[in-house]
């Protein structure tokens, strides 16, 4: 038993965390590839190495994959200071570089001087598709104004399936369910974000993130844009590069009448933070969200204006409206704090009433003793007590959207 502990204790070291192991690198000068700082790491490797995220059979595991900033030329090699086969014959390591060859594309290189030959044609390089928008960010680090593109771009685009095979596995590292689209599917509409940025006097793109939407057929002649997946990249997260994407998506799809509204698939909490901001920047101007008209409660009109205006459903309009009338209604006033919490409540009360109704019925035909286990659901206190916390959840999240604005 002893000697199988010790076994155990000695295999145990061969374990790496695969998260901390893969290091990811958006390499614009030579110098980036030795240099640590600019070095990020996954939040997610299950989908290649298992739900407990690691590699066996290696000590100081390091997978690096770094990209050129723009075209995203990769450069993948695998180092290690020692493997478990050199010291246990009976014992077969994970193939770990195998797992990465599954979802990298070819035309990698193993080798760094090739990788640098490859740096030294990002001048070349060129942002696919259509300028639909251009902002500054001020980076403080530098001192200045930092000047960032969004392009849409489709699939036809020259050279644009090749690059967009190796942006996708970026996904793979920082969205947790994420899988690869179907590219050669013409509904597909891309959205790129690079920054422009000056190498020995040239002029050139890193890419930032990017967003893919799907446009769905609506009887009889309309479509529905439906964010996919969208993802700003680790050294770039944090600048507002996301809310500026979103929003110049919106303007976009906004100029055509044969959109019927935008929507999201299975949206993370982070989107929908990003989203109630975006949206309510973009509905403060619309006349129907005006202050007045705020207080009288939420409207038909508000519903209208903001899907023919700004393509937004009637579910995410009534967020809007409750987010903007809780940044223009004095919380300290008893009376009008009332009015919003009750109107806030009705909403909520929603789902909590038509749940008791078809309790209600079930129970008729329920025994003596699966009515005990339902009971509990109709208790009217426990109701009260589960929408008063939904409410303050809810005030707390819009509380959170009406800081950003004031910030911006």
């Known amino acids: 038993?002893?000697?199988?502990?010790?076994?155990?204790?000695?295999?145990?070291?061969?374990?790496?965390?695969?998260?901390?192991?893969?290091?990811?690198?958006?390499?614009r000068f030579p110098e980036d590839i030795e240099d640590e700082s600019t070095t990020f790491h996954p939040e997610y490797s299950h989908q290649l190495y298992g739900d407990d995220e690691v590699a066996f059979g290696y000590k100081g595991l390091q997978i690096q994959l770094y990209y050129s900033a723009g075209n995203l030329s990769t450069l993948f090699k695998v180092k290690y200071a020692a493997k478990v086969t050199e010291k246990f014959d009976c014992v077969e390591p994970d193939n770990v570089e195998g797992k990465i060859r599954k979802v990298i594309p070819m035309g990698f290189t193993c080798n760094t001087d090739d990788f640098v030959s490859l740096l030294e044609k990002e001048a070349n390089f060129k942002p696919f598709g259509t300028l639909l928008h251009t902002y500054k960010v001020h980076n403080v680090e530098e001192g200045e104004d930092l000047t960032y593109q969004i392009h849409k771009a489709r699939v036809s685009s020259p050279g644009f399936r090749e690059y967009h095979e190796r942006l996708q596995t970026f996904l793979m590292w920082f969205i947790e369910t994420a899988s690869f689209i179907d590219v050669d599917d013409e509904r597909w509409d891309f959205f790129l974000i690079f920054e422009k940025y000056n190498k020995d006097g040239e002029t050139l793109f890193a890419t930032v993130g990017y967003m893919t939407v799907y446009n769905y057929y609506v009887y009889p002649d309309k479509t529905r844009p439906r964010v996919s997946q969208m993802l700003i990249l680790p050294p770039f997260q944090g600048e507002g590069h996301g809310a500026q994407l979103l929003e110049a998506v919106h303007r976009f799809y906004c100029t055509s009448p044969l959109v019927q509204d935008i929507t999201a698939e299975d949206p993370s909490e982070n989107y929908v933070k990003l989203r109630d901001?975006?949206?309510?920047?973009?509905?403060?101007?619309?006349?129907?969200?005006?202050?007045?008209?705020?207080?009288?409660?939420?409207?038909?009109?508000?519903?209208?204006?903001?899907?023919?205006?700004?393509?937004?459903?009637?579910?995410?309009?009534?967020?809007?409206?409750?987010?903007?009338?809780?940044?223009?209604?004095?919380?300290?006033?008893?009376?009008?704090?009332?009015?919003?919490?009750?109107?806030?409540?009705?909403?909520?009360?929603?789902?909590?009433?038509?749940?008791q109704r078809e309790l209600t019925k079930m129970m008729k035909c329920l025994r003596p003793e699966e009515l005990v286990s339902h009971i509990n659901q109709l208790d009217t206190q426990l109701q009260h007590e589960e929408l008063e916390k939904s409410y303050q959840e809810l005030v707390e999240e819009y509380r959170r959207v009406i800081e950003r604005l004031a910030r911006a």
């Open 277 to 355: 901001f975006v949206l309510v920047k973009l509905c403060q101007e619309l006349p129907s969200f005006s202050t007045e008209l705020l207080s009288e409660g939420f409207s038909d009109t508000m519903v209208t204006e903001a899907c023919e205006k700004l393509k937004i459903n009637k579910k995410h309009a009534r967020r809007v409206y409750e987010i903007l009338r809780l940044r223009v209604t004095d919380m300290s006033d008893e009376e009008k704090a009332r009015a919003y919490r009750l109107d806030i409540k009705r909403r909520l009360f929603g789902p909590y009433k038509r749940n």
């Open 1 to 27: 038993m002893a000697g199988v502990n010790a076994m155990e204790k000695k295999l145990s070291e061969y374990k790496c965390d695969t998260n901390e192991a893969i290091c990811l690198k958006l390499v």
